[in-house]
């Protein structure tokens, strides 16, 4: 089902994940946190933004326990727990997070 | 309670022109999620699977070699990689990416995940193993 975004349209899988990881911008993020009734803060983009990098460099999402140790040994103990991360992405911060990401569904997630 | 198994994952196919290599790779990253003891194994063409610079842009096929180095952060720390293939194929272990798991107790450490070992010591690995996947 196509996302729209700022008048233009983007593809994206059953799930709700983009189809084509270039395409990202970050409006397709706030439009499909409005989806699911958030609005994104920049402790959301923090971890959002963590995600894109960490495709970048691996070239896979991480499984939600893969994205917790990483993020607490680069943000800190505080932020590096489930209670956070669930706290901004009730949906999972694996699964929701690299949606708004653009990035595909986790891998190790199970 | 369950019961840890051994579970080593056997790597014998080139990276590109079938899709062995990344199966493989996918799987040992989604059943790293069941805490078991996993060990990887390069071996015959396997071993290029994990060499140096792979540039995929003339074959139009994803390079995911760099997912080689998030095993670490999936705890998957045991990458042997058998002599006799490397040198077979005129390489060393410099000719491998520097693959590195880092060890949260202590304090961080960058350890080696590469070992290199010989065809008669991988056989005996193999026999120890609770569960062989071949790819």
């Not at chain 2, 994952?9 to 080139?14: A, E, T």
């Not at chain 2, 022109?17 to 805490?35: C, N, Q």
């Not at chain 2, 842009?57 to 058998?82: C, H, Q, R, W």
Request: with cysteine; proline share 4%.
């Amino acid at each position: 089902m196509p996302i729209e975004v700022n008048g233009k349209s983007f593809e994206t899988d059953e799930e709700g994940y983009l189809v084509n990881l270039a395409e990202w911008e970050p409006g397709i993020a706030e439009v499909m946190a409005k989806q699911d009734e958030l609005e994104l803060n920049d402790e959301h983009w923090e971890i959002i933004n963590f995600l894109r990098e960490y495709y970048d460099e691996y070239q896979i999402a991480p499984a939600v326990r893969v994205l917790t140790k990483a993020v607490g040994k680069k943000l800190g103990k505080d932020k590096g727990n489930s209670k956070y991360l669930y706290s901004l992405f009730p949906y999972g911060p694996g699964k929701q997070a690299c949606r708004f990401a653009g990035l595909p569904k986790p891998t190790g997630c199970i | 309670m369950s019961v840890t198994k051994k579970f080593m994952y056997l790597n014998r196919r080139p990276p590109y022109g079938t899709i062995y290599a990344w199966e493989s790779l996918e799987v040992v990253l989604i059943g790293a999620a069941f805490e078991q003891d996993v060990s990887l194994a390069f071996l015959d063409d396997g071993v290029y699977q994990i060499i140096k610079g792979q540039d995929t842009s003339g074959i139009d096929m994803k390079n995911f070699s760099p997912t080689y180095s998030a095993l670490g952060d999936y705890e998957v720390t045991k990458l042997y990689v058998e002599r006799e293939s490397l040198e077979e194929r005129g390489l060393t272990v410099d000719d491998l990416m520097p693959l590195t798991w880092e060890d949260e107790a202590e304090d961080w450490a960058e350890k080696d995940s590469i070992q290199l070992i010989s065809r008669a010591e991988l056989a005996k690995l193999m026999d120890e193993q609770d569960v062989l996947f071949s790819f």
